[in-house]
């Protein structure tokens, strides 16, 4: 299976698909390869393309458009296997689907939520943020925790994190009616916002134009900063680092109420497979309600199946639990469109103007809309 492994950590996680499956089938078999996050959306292609390409493929739902040409269809082989694709989360289901077929099974359905450090919060006297949470207190906490060369929060330079779910939480999205609305003002808001935490506030540091997102997750594991935006299938590894002082609030908006930008990743099957219906088992036995929850106990990952949801909050903190349900109840979907690497790959050459202050939100995202929408 070709996929995304940036570190050890996403080794373990398509892992623990794999072990999961050998408990029903100890003769199951799956190799993994794959280049970063980063690289795997401009590597993809290539790769799948190849004679020795490998059957299987992850893609994001946010991506799905984008894959088009290497996923297979999967309703019919679902169909004749008697595979209900009405158990898997309605939203990523309908994230994955292109041109009226389903390309791939979703695994989870995550929203973006808000990491931070309990012991911190609680040494400089601050509430613990929760189930409301508006920007004015996420800026009144950042700069309460933020003091000589400690910063509130860690910031990635990447279109799909803080900025963005700011934006979405207040009701704006960069796609609308399958195309490219980067120049919606909540949009353009939320995305100003994350530029002046850096430059006006000074409660972050800006981050690297490469690979920032690293950096960041490290800087909130190390107890270095108080904050940081991520998705729930980081949660063991910060519950590793972290232990009881891993916090989970919702993402703040203007009106402190939680709205997710939800996103979900899935398995595939390669256009080119010479064997279709081998592939499609393969993916049937990491998609089963027993595997996905037994993935989402062991790693985090939010289910796409809602009677796993139990098998995720086993263990955790139950007002942890509650944030990153609210948002998954009270949200929707990435969708995204074919272009939207490029816009990705744009918007990281110039976020770094932006976290200087050299250059507005509304002029960068003005400038992609008009090079690509």
Avoid: C
Avoid at 309 to 338: C, H, M, R, S, Y
């Amino acid at each position: 299976m070709y996929t995304w492994i940036s570190n050890e950590n996403d080794r373990a996680q398509w892992q623990a698909f794999v072990d999961a499956a050998k408990e029903v089938d100890p003769e199951f078999e799956l190799t993994l390869e794959g280049p970063s996050f980063e690289d795997y959306w401009t590597k993809v292609k290539t790769r799948m393309s190849s004679n020795d390409a490998p059957s299987l493929l992850t893609t994001q739902a946010a991506r799905a458009q984008e894959l088009d040409a290497l996923l297979a269809p999967l309703d019919d082989l679902a169909e004749s296997a008697g595979i209900d694709l009405g158990q898997y989360n309605e939203a990523m289901i309908g994230g994955m689907t292109v041109d009226g077929t389903v390309r791939a099974i979703p695994y989870d359905a995550e929203p973006m939520v808000l990491f931070y450090n309990k012991a911190l919060f609680t040494d400089a006297d601050l509430e613990l943020p929760g189930l409301s949470y508006t920007m004015d207190q996420f800026l009144d906490n950042a700069s309460a925790l933020t003091s000589g060369d400690a910063y509130g929060l860690a910031i990635s330079a990447g279109l799909v994190h803080l900025g963005m779910s700011i934006g979405f939480a207040n009701g704006g999205s960069p796609v609308t009616d399958g195309a490219l609305s980067l120049t919606d003002p909540k949009i353009v808001e939320g995305l100003q916002f994350s530029f002046d935490l850096v430059t006006e506030h000074e409660v972050a540091e800006a981050p690297a134009a490469v690979d920032s997102e690293p950096a960041a997750q490290q800087a909130l594991m190390n107890g270095d900063v108080a904050m940081y935006v991520d998705g729930p299938w980081m949660y063991q590894a910060y519950a590793d680092a972290l232990g009881e002082d891993l916090g989970v609030a919702i993402i703040p908006s203007e009106s402190g109420e939680a709205r997710g930008l939800i996103q979900g990743s899935g398995f595939g099957i390669a256009s080119n497979a010479k064997d279709p219906e081998a592939a499609f088992a393969s993916v049937m036995a990491i998609t089963t309600p027993e595997v996905i929850g037994s993935v989402a106990n062991a790693r985090g990952t939010f289910p796409s199946i809602a009677s796993e949801e139990q098998q995720w909050a086993e263990g955790k903190a139950e007002d942890n639990v509650a944030a990153v349900t609210a948002l998954a109840e009270n949200g929707a979907p990435l969708i995204t469109t074919p272009t939207w690497n490029e816009v990705g790959s744009q918007f990281s050459q110039f976020a770094t103007d932006g976290f200087r202050g050299n250059r507005s939100a509304e002029e960068i995202l003005g400038e992609i809309q008009a090079a690509i929408g």
